[in-house]
């Protein structure tokens, strides 16, 4: 396919790729990524796409079925749900883990249940709320995979709404990212709940458990996780100067190796990255060639402006070329997209901007036609 030297005139544009700056950041977690939440551009990532087991962090999309049923007007916030034995044997103190701290027989809140699901990581609280929507955690979990699925979480397949360890309980670290995103876009009226720091039921008060809110600018969310098979993760959201960035890790050794991580990758997501942008100034960035009309070339442009954030150490270098199905076959009107601009790192990443024509070319009538037809049979390699 014909190849243009643009270069000088798009060098500013570098980079503009999900994942590119693998080779630029390094985490000693198992499984990493950097979102921007406006965007949804993927800045960093590291084996992103795997299936992992997701822990605790599995309780946002618990939370956020229980948001959209909310929403439907299928339940409300001061409906009260009984908590069954089950829900107190299998995620109350006695069990060691993550517990709101309910009784068997209490009547709490949707509204206190989502508290204690959000800020103290409640396996309790997660499966009376299974129970009461759907009436069963079997069957609540059903509904979160289906859930995922219609959102394009693929990789999403939950058997149960706490995160405990279950076969098959899996979810890839950019599904939980694109999660979270969702969860931020869709649902800003519960959303500042994952920003509160403490949460107190039966007069036991428990932190919550995301290690840098508080202590960093702009987080404001979202759900640590661990288990033995699992490591320590955390999904993160923070907002500075209106741009909104979200981490995922998982995999990570201990509690402080999380804490570290998490502020060391939020510092970057916002620190290590730009955002540049090439305005649709109308420039001709190649000519493409035309089979069957009145000209033979037809000048391209970029269709829209583009709008880029990279690592700052992306832009420095990369190449650009025009790829098309060639030659175009007239007519071809002014603003036809009929071509990409495909612009690559050195690493070997891409990204594709579409093409649009800047003129249009009018086709040949018959005798021109006839004629162009019988130069292709005396020269075919024409």
């Known amino acids: 396919m014909p190849r243009s030297p643009l270069i000088c005139i798009l060098s500013m544009v570098m980079a503009c790729v999900s994942g590119a700056q693998a080779q630029l950041l390094q985490t000693d977690a198992a499984h990493a990524v950097i979102l921007d939440h406006e965007t949804g551009q993927v800045l960093f990532e590291k084996d ?3 299936a992992m087991v997701p822990a605790s962090m599995t309780k946002v ?3 956020h079925l229980v948001f959209d049923r909310i929403r439907s007007g299928e339940i409300a916030l001061d409906d009260r749900l009984t908590v ?9 103190w006695a069990t060691g883990g993550s517990t709101m701290g309910l009784g068997i027989g209490e009547t709490p809140t949707v509204e206190e249940l989502l508290r204690g699901v959000i800020i103290v990581s409640g396996n309790d609280a997660c499966i009376v709320l299974a129970e009461g929507l759907s009436g069963s955690e079997e069957l609540f979990a ?3 995979t289906a859930l995922a699925q219609e959102m394009g979480l693929s990789s999403a397949r939950f058997q149960n709404a706490s995160g405990l360890n279950a076969e098959g309980h899996r979810i890839s670290a950019l ?4 999660l979270a995103s969702a969860t931020i876009r869709e649902f800003p009226e519960f959303y500042p709940v994952y920003a509160e720091d403490s949460f107190t039921w039966n007069g036991i008060t428990q932190s919550n458990r995301n290690p840098i809110l508080g202590t960093m600018s702009g987080v404001d969310g979202l759900k640590t996780g661990h288990l033995s098979v699992s490591g320590y993760g955390l999904v993160a959201s923070a907002e500075r100067d209106g741009v909104r960035r979200i981490i995922v890790i998982n995999g990570l050794e201990s509690m402080a190796a999380r804490a570290r991580e998490a502020e060391r990758l939020m510092r970057l997501a916002f620190s290590a990255f730009d955002t540049r942008r090439v305005e649709r100034s109308g420039r001709r960035l190649g000519e ?3 089979w069957m009309g009145q000209a033979r070339r037809v000048g391209v442009t970029l269709e829209a402006p583009i709008e880029i954030t990279a ?3 992306a832009f420095a270098n990369g190449t650009t070329h025009i790829v098309y199905d060639g030659p175009l076959e007239a007519p071809i009107e002014a603003g036809e997209h009929i071509a990409d601009l495909q612009i690559e790192l050195a690493d070997g990443s891409s990204v594709t901007a579409p093409l649009v024509a800047m003129e249009s070319v009018e086709k040949l009538d018959f005798i021109g036609r006839s004629i162009e037809g019988l130069a292709l049979m005396l020269d075919p390699g024409t």
């Open 288 to 290: 493409l060639d035309v």
């Open 175 to 178: 599904d939980m990212a694109r």
């Open 84 to 92: 069954s034995e089950r829900a107190w044997r299998e995620g109350g």
């Open 48 to 50: 992103a796409d795997t």
């Open 142 to 144: 059903s509904e979160m």
């Open 61 to 63: 999309m618990t939370a």
């Open 311 to 313: 690592h700052k150490r």
